[in-house]
């Protein structure tokens, strides 16, 4: 089993910037990614970035240039949001994808961002 929890949410005016961090706990080993997700109110979750256990990344279209995915072993994921815009209002999930003999996915509880113009 393995436990995600997010931090770094909040209240931010257009132009800023937000650190989000999502700590693990549990087995976590083999190859994986660590992603974050967002979820806007009437939308469908969206992956925004990933990134993984060999070091390569992925960004949504939206996002690049402006957000950046990094980890500081296994465990520890951030996200470094700048230039926010209002449309990046929305609650952002942290997401761990095992491979091995199954693909299993855990997921945090979810942290808000709101951005505002």
């Known amino acids: 089993q393995v436990q995600l929890v997010e931090s770094g949410g909040g209240l931010v005016q257009a132009g800023g910037s937000l650190r989000l961090s999502c700590a693990a706990s549990?087995?976590?080993?083999?190859?994986?990614?660590m992603n974050w997700y967002r979820q806007a109110p009437g939308k469908q979750r969206e992956l925004v970035a990933s990134?993984?256990?060999?070091?390569?990344t992925n960004y949504a279209d939206s996002v690049k240039g402006r957000f950046t995915i990094s980890r500081d072993n296994a465990k520890n994921v951030y996200l470094q949001m700048n230039s926010l815009k209002s449309e990046d209002t929305a609650v952002y999930y942290c997401n761990i994808r095992l491979y091995g003999a199954l693909t299993v996915d855990y997921w945090g509880q979810g942290t808000q961002v709101t951005v505002s113009s």
């Open positions: 990134l993984t256990s060999g070091g390569i």
């Open positions: 549990g087995s976590i080993f083999g190859f994986n990614t």
